[in-house]
């Protein structure tokens, strides 16, 4: 392999989301060194960071549909039982709902956590306050997916944060949907809540970091000890 080669191999792509972003920081760098060197080396330095925020790496995903897989990079902030939002239909009794937050710094796109089909999507305008609190799940402005698993329904809810102001779905209604696919993004920090059946036993303590597509939140089962993954 050549040294080419190995540079392209260690650099991760950018979703295309990120492409007029990153963009518009270039341009402004550009303006900016014009005015003053001293402003163009630290609107470089944001165009990297902005790079970096929408950063789409590979991630290889265990399949096994006992499994609930990180929808989010970021740490796990909350693993409790709560009654989940009702624009999602999933009853009103207690469900296991599993919390990640994502700082700035965390790879922002979203991924499905179990293999299934999209019963329903749910977006609700709201407030754009600190998406580690707890009430970010009821007050602040989100998209709430369902899907329809071998499980049973699940709850993927994508919370905006203080400074988030999009919150992006790919998927739509009947679209079938396997673990670890994306399914979304959110800019610029922010939370995922998924929100599990009757059944399910959190893998995860809060704090622990998670990684979308490859850590296990939850299983139904007894984890298997030989499961096989499919990157994507």
Known sequence: MSVLDSIRNSIVPIHK?????????LAA???????????FWIGLILSLWCAYFFRDPERVTPQDDDLVIS??????????????????????????????????FNCHVNRAPMKGSVRGIHYRPGKFINAELDKASEDNER????????????????IAGLIARRIVCFVEEADPVDAGERFGLIRFGSRLDVYLPEGATARVAVGQTAVAGETVLAAFDD??????????
């Open 29 to 39: 760098t550009v303006v900016l060194g014009w005015i003053a060197e001293p402003l």
């Open 143 to 158: 998209n709430g997916v369902v899907i329809d698993t071998a499980r049973g329904s699940i709850g993927v809810v994508q």
């Open 17 to 25: 989301e990120g492409y007029p972003f990153v963009g518009g920081f």
């Open 71 to 104: 929808p989010a990079d970021g740490r796990v902030s909350s693993v409790a039982e709560v009654v989940p939002p009702a624009e999602l239909g999933l009853g009103e009794q207690p469900m296991l709902r599993i919390c990640v937050f994502m700082n700035v």
């Open 223 to 232: 984890v298997k000890p030989a499961v096989t993954g499919r990157r994507s």
